[in-house]
């Protein structure tokens, strides 16, 4: 198979292992409830596995990425894939909540995070055109995870009881995971940077991998990735609970992620589009500012019909803003250090998205109303637009000198 084909090869590989990854964290959700009710842990002590998980994926994303670049993404998806798996097995027979914490939080948080920064730093080296348009569709098939693997999941416990389907969805996890990550590769292009001078990256290719992560570029790329998701995170956790304070019926109001779901799939197909013909940067500020203002309309949302209206304009631009970080990086950083840039980028997001359902909680708390929480995201959310702003990119024309040598 020749190198312009396989490219697609691994766009599949990156998508379908974050889809299975991803919904293999996100079976807590399902299964909260029957795990509450047959062991008698609270509730906040099992839904405290997930913050515990985005902890564990912000601390390790960094670390994964870099062995990603000194070892190939192979050796790491595949340690996380079979990590994810064994992980959720040993979860399946914890008999203490201290034990399901660790296990299910901490190691299926932290293998998950194998996957992302690497699979999205292994497709930007893949591709030279249409590489915002395959990170995107990358996410595009961790997005599917929802629709997928949560309904999955839920199949599972109803005919069985939480710990069997748990069980059962790690021999799914590793049916999958495994032998897809096989097919995944280092990019050619880095393979030629490894043996020669030239590899047609970015002219910051000499920068060594301290100068990149001091530079003003990367600082700016955490702060605004960061910020992104804190403006997102407490709207995702908390629409529904707004929606039924507003008088929609649970199940109703539960449709509203289904909407923010399905646009937020168009969305970084879209997104991906429009970074590849007006670039990455300028789609992202775009998009940051949107995003702000649609936290902000949440607020004007009363009826189900304007909820609807709102997810759906909400869950498609900050879907497709996310893949573009990996994209602008692509631009401005030398591929042989993607996976640790990308791994730092996967870390602020993950850490901006713990901090939603907290500060969400605090606000309703204290002011007995949602409407503050989407202010608040909304001014945050403008600040993730104005930090975006003050990117610049690399100088190019240090480029020339270095690529005259045949």
């Given at each position: 198979?020749?190198?312009?084909?396989?490219r697609?090869?691994?766009?599949a590989a990156?998508?379908?292992?974050?889809?299975?990854?991803?919904g293999?964290?996100?079976?807590?959700?399902?299964l909260l409830?029957?795990i509450?009710?047959?062991?008698?842990?609270?509730?906040?002590?099992?839904s405290?596995?997930m913050t515990?998980g985005?902890?564990?994926m912000?601390?390790?994303?960094?670390?994964?990425?870099?062995?990603?670049?000194?070892l190939?993404?192979?050796?790491?998806?595949?340690?996380?894939?079979?990590?994810i798996?064994l992980?959720?097995?040993?979860?399946?027979?914890?008999?203490s909540?201290?034990?399901?914490?660790?296990?299910?939080?901490?190691?299926v948080?932290?293998?998950?995070?194998a996957?992302?920064?690497?699979?999205m730093?292994?497709?930007?080296?893949?591709?030279?055109t249409?590489?915002?348009?395959a990170?995107?569709?990358?996410?595009?098939?961790?997005?599917?995870?929802?629709?997928?693997?949560?309904?999955?999941?839920?199949w599972l416990?109803s005919?069985?009881?939480?710990?069997t389907?748990?069980?059962?969805?790690a021999v799914?996890?590793?049916?999958?995971?495994?032998?897809?990550?096989?097919?995944?590769?280092?990019?050619?292009?880095?393979?030629?940077?490894?043996?020669?001078p030239?590899?047609?990256?970015?002219?910051?290719k000499?920068?060594?991998?301290?100068?990149?992560?001091?530079?003003?570029?990367?600082?700016?790329?955490l702060?605004?990735?960061?910020?992104?998701?804190?403006?997102?995170?407490?709207?995702?956790i908390?629409?529904?609970?707004?929606?039924?304070?507003?008088?929609?019926?649970?199940?109703?109001?539960?449709?509203?992620?289904s909407?923010?779901?399905?646009?937020?799939?168009?969305?970084?197909?879209?997104f991906?589009?429009?970074?590849?013909?007006?670039g990455?940067?300028?789609?992202?500020?775009a998009?940051?500012?949107?995003?702000a203002?649609g936290?902000?309309?949440?607020?004007?949302?009363?009826?189900?019909?304007a909820?609807?209206?709102?997810a759906?304009?909400?869950?498609?631009?900050?879907?497709?803003?996310?893949?573009?970080?990996?994209?602008?990086?692509?631009?401005?950083?030398?591929?042989?250090?993607?996976?640790?840039?990308?791994?730092g980028?996967?870390m602020?997001?993950?850490?901006?998205?713990?901090s939603?359902?907290?500060?969400?909680?605090?606000?309703?708390?204290t002011?007995?109303?949602?409407?503050?929480l989407?202010i608040?995201s909304?001014?945050v959310?403008l600040?993730?637009?104005l930090?975006a702003?003050?990117?610049?990119?690399?100088?190019?024309?240090?480029?020339?000198?270095?690529?005259a040598?045949?």
């Open positions: 198979m020749t190198t312009s084909r396989y697609w090869v691994i766009v990156g998508g379908l292992l974050g889809c299975v990854a991803i293999g964290m996100f079976s807590l959700p399902v409830q029957p509450a009710r047959d062991t008698g842990w609270s509730v906040t002590g099992v405290s596995a515990i985005f902890l564990a912000a601390m390790t994303s960094m670390v994964w990425g870099t062995l990603s670049d000194r190939g993404p192979l050796p790491v998806v595949l340690t996380g894939s079979i990590v798996a992980s959720l097995a040993l979860a399946s027979r914890a008999t909540l201290v034990a399901f914490q660790f296990i299910f939080g901490a190691m948080g932290s293998a998950t995070a996957i992302f920064a690497p699979m730093a292994t497709v930007t080296g893949w591709f030279d249409h590489r915002s348009l990170v995107s569709l990358v996410s595009a098939g961790m997005g599917m995870a929802p629709m997928t693997m949560s309904p999955l999941v839920a416990v005919h069985h009881d939480w710990r389907s748990m069980q059962i969805l799914v996890v590793a049916a999958i995971m495994i032998p897809v990550s096989l097919l995944v590769r280092r990019a050619p292009a880095l393979e030629a940077a490894l043996a020669a030239s590899d047609g990256a970015p002219p910051q000499e920068m060594s991998l301290a100068q990149a992560l001091r530079s003003p570029q990367f600082a700016i790329l702060a605004t990735n960061f910020f992104c998701c804190a403006t997102h995170s407490g709207p995702i908390h629409t529904v609970s707004y929606a039924i304070s507003c008088g929609i019926p649970m199940i109703a109001a539960v449709t509203i992620y909407v923010e779901g399905l646009a937020g799939m168009g969305g970084r197909i879209a991906g589009l429009l970074g590849d013909r007006f990455a940067k300028r789609t992202l500020v998009g940051l500012l949107v995003q203002f936290a902000l309309a949440y607020v004007f949302a009363r009826e189900l019909a909820f609807y209206a709102v759906a304009l909400f869950g498609f631009v900050y879907a497709g803003t996310m893949p573009l970080y990996s994209a602008l990086a692509r631009e401005n950083f030398p591929l042989r250090m993607m996976g640790t840039v990308i791994g980028l996967a602020a997001g993950s850490l901006g998205m713990a939603g359902p907290v500060a969400g909680g605090l606000i309703y708390d002011f007995a109303s949602y409407a503050w989407y608040g909304w001014a959310g600040g993730a637009f930090i702003l003050t990117f610049k990119p690399f100088a190019k024309v240090e480029a020339e000198p270095a690529a040598p045949a």
